[in-house]
């Protein structure tokens, strides 16, 4: 990546553009990709910020002088980069403030014209991309990706070299941990990431495993400070989900799929899934165990604060949401219910389009995205969900979740009773199981809370007659929502793959499609 960058780069110089404006926030990054540049091409690399001003780029900076007076004012350094007759490159960082000045961009349009036939560049460094219809025609935009994961393995190697003689650190790490850190690492940038490797050091003395947390706390910071995404951390794991198993097949064997092994392979990174069914069967609970199982961040898109009172807002909050989202992938886009989330999308007149617009941007970006994120969607409601996102090649596979059958429910009960550290070989488990017919997890769940109740008030351990009980005093909602359901069932028959494997012979199964593998 660092080489494709400074390629493309150094032909922007030799081709004599005027005016290269880099968005980043690795400022120093920049600087060296043209300082090897300049030298390379035997070229004076200066660069300017309005607290120094004009001052050659490199090693010695801090001690050095300015080299023209009252070049901290932008026209004077401006007058500077115009008057000069030497080959050079000049680096302006966080210039975008004075890019709302008449004066600077009537300079700048001056400057573009007067140094396309000569060999001086002008390069404007900032982590923000403003600029004003005078000068669209006259900037070029070059926007510079965080390091890729030969850039980060080289930081790596050098920080363990480092180190090497430090016998209080200890550097155990397998070929597969070492994967694991740099895909952790992956989305930072290389001061954050040779900050978070020093911090895993000091903390537990040692590089390993252990080490992956700390990294992933890093890029935790990164999503609160977006405050439009949600950070989980998540302690469920693909145990504590109850059946399922036709999903939980699918999604371990796509467990690394994003390692470089996978790369070389030839697979691309898989997209996402859409979960469909029944509420309370398990669809969000599954979403934060892919979390653990895969060892990747977990963001939640919260769409209520996607969408703002100002007009154009809201579609900036989605863009600005999923570009967080890739800054920091490999992640998990959890977007919970997201039949509710666009279901005023075709309501044009109550939103001024709105829903629609930013349903849009986000399908967009759905299809063309390359960045290793991967989107888990729930929905309850299919009637809410626009065809177009149900579109092969959104989504990777959509899955049905539906209520569980006897060997789930009993598995469901199992988790649940070890959970409240109480072994389920004293209950009739067959008892249980029948009882709990067309119940969902959730409801399951809420009934071993209630018995729970029961006993606590009587002083007394949890017995297989509270648990009865509390299940026998439940309308699941399989009844009162009958209609629905089968209506819901229906619909998945033919168009979704079943996340448990189907019945055998059992009344009333729910309709079957198979997934090969």
């Not at 032909?11 to 120093?28: L, N, S």
């Not at 989107?375 to 209520?403: C, H, Q, W, Y």
């Amino acid at each position: 990546m660092s080489a494709e960058i400074l390629r493309n780069l150094d032909i922007f110089v030799r081709a004599r553009y005027p005016i290269i404006y880099i968005t980043t926030f690795e400022e120093g990054r920049a600087d060296d990709y043209l300082i090897k540049i300049g030298r390379s091409r035997k070229k004076k690399v200066i660069s300017w910020s309005q607290t120094r001003g004009l001052m050659p780029a490199g090693s010695g900076q801090q001690n050095a002088k300015s080299i023209a007076e009252g070049s901290n004012d932008p026209m004077c350094a401006l007058d500077f980069v115009l008057n000069s007759h030497e080959p050079a490159i000049f680096i302006f960082h966080d210039f975008h403030p004075f890019l709302g000045d008449s004066t600077v961009i009537r300079k700048l349009r001056e400057i573009s014209t007067a140094i396309k036939e000569s060999f001086k560049t002008l390069v404007m460094v900032s982590p923000v991309l403003k600029i004003p219809c005078e000068l669209e025609k006259d900037v070029s935009v070059i926007d510079l990706p965080l390091p890729a994961l030969t850039d980060l393995a080289a930081l790596l190697n050098k920080m363990i070299g480092d180190i090497a003689d430090n016998r209080d650190i200890k550097i155990s790490l397998t070929a597969e941990e070492r994967e694991l850190v740099l895909q952790a690492l992956l989305g930072l940038t290389i001061a954050e990431a040779e900050n978070v490797i020093a911090k895993a050091l000091v903390k537990n003395g040692a590089l390993d495993s252990r080490s992956v947390e700390v990294i992933l706390s890093e890029k935790e910071q990164i999503i609160r400070k977006s405050n439009l995404l949600e950070y989980y951390n998540t302690s469920e794991n693909i145990g504590d989900v109850g059946g399922l198993d036709t999903l939980k097949h699918w999604l371990n064997l796509r467990k690394l799929a994003f390692s470089e092994k996978a790369r070389n392979f030839g697979l691309p990174a898989p997209r996402g899934i859409l979960m469909l069914g029944v509420q309370g069967c398990g669809k969000s609970l599954c979403a934060k165990a892919v979390s653990a199982m895969w060892q990747i961040p977990l963001l939640r898109l919260d769409m209520g604060k996607i969408f703002s009172s100002l007009i154009g807002s809201s579609e900036e909050n989605i863009r600005r949401a999923v570009k967080v989202a890739e800054s920091i992938a490999p992640a998990i886009l959890w977007i919970d219910e997201i039949d509710k989330g666009f279901s005023g999308m075709n309501s044009g007149n109550s939103d001024a389009g709105t829903s629609s617009r930013v349903f849009g941007t986000f399908l967009t970006w759905m299809q063309e995205k390359s960045s290793p994120v991967f989107i888990i969607a729930t929905a309850n409601n299919i009637s809410m969900l626009p065809p177009e996102l149900l579109r092969k090649g959104r989504f990777d596979e959509i899955f049905f979740v539906d209520l569980p059958e006897a060997p789930e429910r009993e598995e469901i009960l199992k988790i649940h009773l070890r959970k409240r550290m109480t072994s389920h070989e004293s209950f009739d488990m067959k008892a249980l199981v029948e009882a709990s017919s067309g119940f969902s997890g959730a409801e399951i769940e809420q009934a071993v809370i209630a018995a729970l109740f029961e006993a606590f008030y009587k002083n007394d351990g949890l017995q297989c007659e509270y648990l009865i009980r509390a299940l026998e005093q439940t309308v699941p909602l399989s009844k009162t929502m009958k209609e629905d359901i089968d209506a819901l069932r229906n619909w998945a028959a033919s168009r979704a793959v079943m996340a448990s494997k189907p019945a055998e012979n059992a009344a009333g199964a729910r309709p079957k499609r198979r997934l090969e593998f």
